[in-house]
């Protein structure tokens, strides 16, 4: 069997492969995370109950109106994201003058409150979510099979990482985002409805939590624990990253999915805590993370 | 255009302005003179809706302004260039240049904008905050001449800046006042405003003592100096 560095490759690459898709839903929700704390300054606890959320919509959808995956695809984050909307104009919004920390708290208690409604609904041993059919099968790629779902979920989230941080970056709409992330006041004084795109900032966040639950529906199966599975993870990528780096989500959140994969490889045992163990040599070397301005 | 009446401002328990009153008249350049706290810039961000509570009248073209947010407010046709300057650093010169909401029609175009400031042009991809003092002061004032706003307020234009630059920053409110702009100025250099204002009002302890026009400035030397301690 064809061997890399005394290991079969088949393995090497399927964990690889593992290590992306992982890494696909690290940045995406991590992306999301560091758009919400950059304009809010709240870190958000509640994204993994809302990546969850976004799971359960695309399978409510399914089974009870029989809308298929596609059209999941975008509903679901916008009813995630409407969701969203209500949650920062009834309940975030009055804690800005507050403490951070209240902000935590608030969207933890969110979170256990979404998790445990699910829970009492659904109980926790998870539904099934089919995978497209466009999408079933496996291509031959020479070297090893790739499950045609999961080559697409690498994909989809690579390619939405890219647009969102196109449109941080390169557009007008970005440029009033990080502007407002800098002085919101003085944006607010040059005309800006800053209340407005605080409240759309965070829906865009958790709108992109609901649509990596989207992709992750067929791949694990629709539980309430999905989305706290990932999040504690979620939080480390975040803080290597730099917390607030666009940037830093995106290719943290890739890079330490590949990491876990490896390790998995390497040394199953510490396949958990690597990500921890980078995160305190990430910490100890700079404090700010990877990518993060010294504050 | 500009009528504060009784304006009173707090910033948390702080009491700074005790009742502020004064005009501005279409397309006057007047400048608030006095010494550093009196409350110049607390009056300046009362107008621009900037300070947690306040109260009194402020009324902009006859609308009373005091109820209205800060977005509202610029989208009367207010335009505030901050003290700190309020360049942002991740946004490069020319995305500082159009970050200004557009408030009306009458805003000088970006041609028009460049011949005043030709640095700004060459610099356009540059980071803002890479610009030196002057070139950030420049972007400041340039980018609310952008957005049709009539009333202007600058705070401190020249602070810091070298002499050669503080005539062209005198050179460019000469400039926009002759294009019809009205310019509301918080100075402590009053030789640098008695080239480009119209009248003067000292702010002292949070109101206005005061009001010099321009034409008796150098009769009021002596009172003035009394008034800012120089």
């Not at chain 1, 949650?87 to 608030?106: A, F, P, V």
């Not at chain 1, 409150?113 to 998870?126: D, F, M, P, V």
């Not at chain 1, 539904?127 to 070297?143: C, N």
């Not at chain 2, 005790?18 to 010494?35: A, M």
Request: hydrophobic share 50%.
């Amino acid at each position: 069997m064809f061997m890399i560095l005394g290991y079969p490759a088949p393995l090497m690459f399927g964990q690889l492969l593992l290590g992306l898709i992982n890494g696909a839903f690290y940045a995406l929700l991590s992306l999301g995370l560091a758009v919400i704390f950059g304009m809010l300054n709240i870190v958000n606890f509640a994204h993994g109950a809302l990546f969850m959320l976004g799971a359960f919509v695309a399978w409510g959808l399914l089974e009870y109106l029989g809308i298929g995956y596609w059209v999941a695809l975008f509903l679901a984050p916008l009813i995630v994201g409407v969701f969203g909307v209500l949650t920062e104009k009834l309940l975030i919004r009055h804690l800005y003058k507050l403490d951070h920390l209240y902000g935590l708290l608030l969207t933890f208690g969110l979170a256990l409150i979404i998790e445990g409604l699910a829970r009492n609904q659904y109980g926790s041993s998870g539904m099934p979510y089919r995978i497209p059919a466009a999408l079933q099968g496996a291509t031959d790629l020479g070297f090893m099979f790739l499950p045609n779902y999961r080559g697409w979920v690498v994909l989809a989230a690579a390619v939405m990482c890219l647009i969102t941080w196109l449109v941080i970056e390169k557009t007008s709409v970005g440029a009033t985002l990080r502007a407002a992330t800098e002085n919101a006041p003085l944006v607010q004084a040059f005309g800006v409805n800053v209340p407005r795109l605080i409240t759309l900032t965070y829906a865009g966040g958790v709108a992109l939590a609901a649509f990596a639950g989207v992709l992750a529906a067929p791949i694990y199966s629709v539980n309430p624990n999905m989305g706290a599975n990932f999040i504690i993870v979620v939080f480390a990528v975040v803080v290597i990253g730099g917390m607030g780096s666009i940037l830093g989500s995106i290719v943290t959140g890739f890079g330490l999915g590949i990491i876990e994969g490896l390790t998995k490889v390497f040394y199953p045992q510490a396949s958990a805590t690597v990500i921890f163990l980078v995160m305190v040599i990430v910490l100890l070397a700079r404090p700010a993370g990877l990518f993060g301005k010294a504050a | 255009m500009l009528e504060v009446r009784g304006l009173n401002s707090w910033y948390g328990e702080s009491h700074i302005l005790h009742g502020v009153d004064f005009d501005v008249q279409e397309g006057e350049v007047v400048t608030l003179l006095g010494r550093n706290g009196a409350g110049k810039t607390t009056t300046m961000k009362s107008i621009m809706g900037l300070v947690p509570r306040r109260q009194g009248s402020i009324r902009f073209k006859g609308q009373e302004t005091l109820s209205l947010r800060p977005d509202e407010i610029a989208r009367t046709g207010i335009a505030f260039c901050p003290e700190e300057r309020g360049i942002f650093a991740s946004l490069n010169v020319t995305e500082n240049l159009m970050l200004p909401r557009t408030v009306a029609p009458g805003g000088l175009d970006l041609p028009t904008i460049y011949t005043l400031f030709p640095n700004l042009k060459e610099r356009a991809s540059s980071q803002g905050t890479k610009l030196s003092g002057g070139e950030q002061q420049m972007l400041a004032i340039a980018r609310i001449l952008r957005t049709g706003a009539k009333l202007l307020l600058l705070d401190e234009p020249t602070e810091g800046l070298a002499p050669v630059i503080v005539q062209q920053i005198g050179r460019t409110i000469r400039e926009i006042k002759q294009r019809g702009f009205t310019v509301l100025l918080v100075e402590q250099n009053f030789r640098f405003a008695a080239t480009v204002a119209d009248r003067h009002y000292v702010v002292e302890h949070g109101r206005v003592i005061d009001m010099i026009p321009n034409a008796q400035l150098e009769a009021s030397m002596g009172k003035l100096h009394g008034y800012l301690g120089v």
